[in-house]
């Protein structure tokens, strides 16, 4: 029984008062059942956001005004509006920047989400194949500030069975895309895993739930060796200590400080641990990037964090951002030259690392309908910024620049003159590295925008 299970989480108490997220979709509707056997109506409020990007959008919202209405649960309906940027991180944004609101109107105690274990694994794979390090495994826990998993003990499938008893629920048909990586990832490769053994899914979550008990032991003996070593914020680590730890505390402990004094999350991968440990020893020390020109500065065995480019008061001067509108531009060290050829001139270089293609009336129509403010008028070649992300052609979703030079093993003094081609705040190509999804030439024969990179070493 569903309301069992919430209960057995551990995550609701009786006399809470909470806000449910409501699709329409099976485990959604499972969710909002379950906490109304174990509270009540009058204790609920439901949520359902209406973003208007599928035709069955409007009758999804019909469905849970039913359902709701037939429980005696207080239904909020929010109109999405016109989506802007990455898609599913603006459908995010909206669904729990609402979800927030209402929670503090109404003085709520927290706001549930119908993630189960399926879900969970399959972020899980996910995760292990796009971010590297144990913490981004770690997506999906039980409890994440105000919001609450209950349902992570089922899976999918009994999730599905519990339910259709109980109610109607909406189907949505972009589950069975393949297109979508998510979907790939639980059409295939989990089909092909329990394939091998029937318990594949279940045994991805227990090793998240050991990686996720694991973490926070060293996560507290991290903090531990931070008070040996007398840190306090704003006046560096001392190294030393830093060095007696093991790698796993090491890598931690730079984690902790670096977010500490930086406000952001910082990926602290085991290079940067290990150099920064190597670093420590030596005297004339060093600098490692952090990314977004933010960096360690080691000094005399100190560690201290730096933030966005300045060292011990003197500033590393940035190429500026430059517009892209033919002819030959420099950044840095590197030559951009971007010029509009025919669609036949394209053939020839398609799939040259050095070289992107843009479909010249996407760019224009994109800019028309966007309606840019003044300084997002141009195709611009720019900075790798702070929280910068592209959305890889290939790929579902998007990643952070951070981790494509990362991946690519691209030396730490080489990120930050690494020329980003742009259109304001949307990543369009990393030369030599990555290719947004933006602007691909399709079906036409439209002019093209070719652009092409030389930098100052072998790509």
Known sequence: MIGRAIEDSGLVNEGDRGLVMVSGGA????????????????????????????????????????????????????????????????????????????????????IAVGHNRSDQAETFIYRLASSPGVRSL??????????????????????????????????????????????????????????VNSGAELNIARTRAELEEDEEVLADLATGALGQAGYLPGQGLDGRELVRQPPAVRRRMLRLVTEEELGRPVAINRKIASDAARLVEEPEGGELELGGGDRLLIRRGRISVKSGGGTGGEEIPMPETVPLDGGTVRFGDWKIKSSVITRAEAGSGLGNRRMAFLDQESLLLWLIETSPGPDDLLLTVREWRHGDRV??????????????????????????????????????????????????????????????ATPPFPI
């Open 27 to 110: 485990d959604s509707v499972a969710l909002l059942h379950g906490l109304h056997w174990m509270l009540g109506g009058q204790a609920l409020i439901a949520l359902h956001v209406n973003y208007g990007l599928r035709k069955e959008a409007d009758s999804d919202e019909g469905l849970v005004a039913d359902i709701c209405e037939r429980l005696g649960v207080e239904l909020v309906v929010h109109k999405a509006g016109r989506p802007e940027g990455n898609v599913q991180a603006w459908a995010r944004s909206v669904r729990f920047t609402e979800a927030e609101r209402i929670l503090e109107e109404r003085d709520l105690d927290w």
């Open 138 to 195: 770690l997506a999906m826990p039980a409890r994440s500030g105000t919001v609450i998993r209950p349902l992570l003990e089922l899976d999918r499938d009994v999730i599905r069975r519990m339910i259709q008893p109980v109610s109607r629920f909406a189907e949505d048909a972009t589950n069975d895309d393949i297109s979508f990586a998510r979907n790939r990832i639980r059409k295939q490769l989990i089909t092909e895993m329990e394939a």
């Open 391 to 452: 959305q890889p052609l290939g790929m579902e979703g998007s990643k952070k620049l951070q981790d494509v030079f990362t991946d690519a093993l691209v030396p730490a003094e080489n990120r930050r003159t690494w020329p980003v081609i742009a259109i304001g705040e949307t990543v369009i190509w990393l030369p030599g590295l990555v290719r947004s999804r933006h602007l691909l030439l399709e079906a036409g024969s439209g002019p093209v925008i070719r652009l092409e």
